[in-house]
């Protein structure tokens, strides 16, 4: 995948994972195809990877075993329209001995990086959800497909240097009050042929969730802009996100979701989420998202003056990580 600009052109060590194109149904009120649709195809790319090695039968009922994302980041790098063709290529990174790290790349057809994923997969036992080795005729063949993802689409403003916390529970977000912004129950068709809920979920609840963390702040910038005669129409668009799989909730399950404050600047800002289970107390993932304010008319991202990084700063509380 090395060509410098980002292309997905390359040899036998590249595999093309998926072609389609955007629904509309697939876009949110942003007008671009929402993050949860993002890690959908992924998914998907991911089972066409599992066929290359000779897991075919991973995502198919009954199976025995499959492959779980665990740490995962992800760059939207070019906004994803309604009916814009694309494609999605792959290549492995790293191997070890239960575990595999696959890039994945979704390309516009004008050759432009829409997204990339550097996703830490591990090899489950769906029964007891451990990880175990891969046979080796499967090693073999996810060795054969290391290569070197472009520079261009390397991680940019999150960190996955750092460590991830060996525990998250109830007990930290509210020693940092950190604020509630959503609260559900995992629906019947939102797991998969294991039982476990489908990796789109996770992100996909935040998204339905951040308003309640963000639109009063929005709410103070469009005001900022009419007392200077503008009218502004405002949204937001993540850049970069990383999450943290920790466990698998089931049909029924219930989850809340907590949210801390990350850093500020004027032209993007980050916050950290947590999806809590309230029965336990114990974390379902942690994840750290980097995002803009968007112009919806103009595409653009807005500058925050530091009144308003202040005001930003202000949302939820220091103190969580991923």
């Not at 960190?159 to 509630?180: E, G, L, Y």
């Not at 600047?265 to 916050?271: G, L, R, V």
């Not at 950290?272 to 289970?277: G, R």
């Amino acid at each position: 995948m090395r060509d410098g600009e980002g292309g997905v052109e390359g040899g036998e060590d590249v595999i093309e994972l998926y072609r389609g194109s955007i629904n509309t149904w697939e876009c949110d009120e942003m007008g671009h195809m929402n993050v949860r649709f993002y890690v959908a195809k992924m998914m998907e790319g991911l089972a066409e990877l599992g066929h290359a090695v000779g897991l075919g039968h991973a995502f198919r009922a009954k199976a025995q075993s499959t492959l779980r994302p665990r740490d995962q980041h992800i760059r939207f790098i070019k906004e994803a329209h309604a009916g814009a063709p694309f494609t999605m290529t792959g290549c492995v990174l790293e191997v070890t001995d239960t575990s595999v790290l696959v890039y994945q790349q979704i390309t516009h057809q004008s050759g432009e990086p829409c997204a990339s994923f550097r996703t830490w997969v591990d090899h489950i036992d769906v029964d007891s959800g451990a990880a175990f080795g891969w046979s080796d005729v499967t090693r073999k063949r996810l060795e054969a497909l290391k290569d070197e993802p472009p520079a261009a689409t390397a991680p940019r403003s999150v960190d996955m240097s750092v460590p991830v916390r060996p525990s998250a529970t109830m007990a930290d977000v509210d020693a940092i009050k950190a604020p509630v912004i959503g609260r559900g129950v995992v629906l019947p068709q939102q797991v998969d042929l294991t039982g476990a809920m489908m990796p789109e979920f996770f992100i996909g609840r935040v998204s339905d969730s951040v308003g309640h963390l963000l639109k009063p702040w929005r709410d103070e910038v469009k005001a900022s802009a009419a007392a200077k005669g503008e009218t502004l129409r405002m949204g937001g668009a993540v850049l970069e996100y990383r999450i943290v799989y920790r466990r698998w909730p089931r049909a029924g399950d219930r989850f809340v979701i907590r949210s801390g404050g990350g850093f500020q600047k004027e032209k993007t800002h980050a916050f950290i989420h947590w999806i809590i289970d309230p029965d336990t107390g114990l974390a379902w993932c942690t994840s750290e998202a980097v995002a803009v304010s968007l112009n919806l008319d103009t595409r653009k991202i807005i500058p925050s003056s530091p009144e308003l990084m202040k005001a930003l700063a202000e949302v939820a509380p220091a103190g969580l990580t991923v």
